[in-house]
């Protein structure tokens, strides 16, 4: 039997669901893990370029300033991972969704 609606949307939402949902565990564990990695590494630069702020003097300089800084300098330690996260997930998400369309549940 195909993989039913649910299943295909599933697929289509998270890479590796809906090799998981036809009992490919291994292959399913593997991409779902592949695309988190890819998606959350630009994130996690992201936040750690935020908590990690060049200096600043907030008494010459206005706190919107500061923080339009603060941004701009963890945007731009985000840009190199960013490259490769989002290229990354979309061949994952790509290869899991064509990949999840030949699929038969068990």
């Known amino acids: 039997m195909p993989l039913t609606k649910p299943a295909m949307m599933s697929a289509f939402l998270c890479p590796g ?6 009992g490919q565990r291994l292959l399913g564990g593997v991409l779902v ?16 370029g935020l908590g990690h702020p060049p200096p600043c ?5 206005t706190a919107f300033s500061c ?5 701009a300098a963890a945007w731009h330690a985000t840009v190199p991972s960013l490259r490769l996260g989002l290229p990354g997930f979309l061949v ?3 290869g899991a969704v064509a990949h999840a369309q030949r699929l038969q549940l068990p």
């Open 17 to 22: 669901v809906g090799q998981w949902v036809a």
């Open 33 to 48: 893990l592949a695309a988190v990695a890819c998606a959350v590494t630009p994130l996690a630069c992201f936040l750690w």
């Open 67 to 71: 923080s339009k800084h603060a941004i």
């Open 57 to 61: 003097d907030i008494w010459n300089e």
């Open 92 to 94: 994952v998400w790509a």
